[in-house]
Nanobody, 121 residues
Framework: QVQLVESGGGLVQPGGSLRLSCAAS????????MAWHRQAPGKERELVST???????NYAHSVKGRFTISRDNAKNTVYLQMNSLEPEDTAVYYC???????????????WGQGTQVTVSS
């Protein structure tokens, strides 16, 4: 089995910064695309950012220029550096990863349990 464990959430004032981490562990041969999603109260889950194993990135328009996604392939870990945080960024942030469990196996999709980010004065 594969587990994704997020950390780094918390309470921050508007304009502040947080760095989220998500480590994948378990029966892993390789990790393909990793991503961060978020879900605010009363809203649907939305994609925030993605990063491929080669380092290609994409961002939602609402976070472009403020958030930076990165990864450490040796540690199977993805990060989300969030700067200039706004109250609208308040949400539960979820890590997502496509994992190959064997060299010839299919890609499996996994989710973390989520970490709360609250932006408030």
């Amino acid at each position: 089995q594969v587990q994704l464990v997020e950390s780094g959430g918390g309470l921050v004032q508007p304009g502040g910064s947080l760095r989220l981490s998500c480590a994948a562990s378990g029966s892993i041969f390789s990790v393909d695309t990793m991503a961060w999603h978020r879900q605010a109260p009363g809203k649907e889950r939305e994609l925030v950012s993605t990063i491929t194993s080669g380092g290609n990135t994409n961002y939602a328009h609402s976070v472009k220029g403020r958030f930076t996604i990165s990864r450490d392939n040796a540690k199977n870990t993805v990060y989300l550096q969030m700067n200039s945080l706004e109250p609208e960024d308040t949400a539960v942030y979820y890590c997502n990863a496509n994992v190959r469990r064997t060299s010839s196996g299919s890609l499996w999709n996994y989710w973390g349990q989520g970490t709360q980010v609250t932006v408030s004065s």
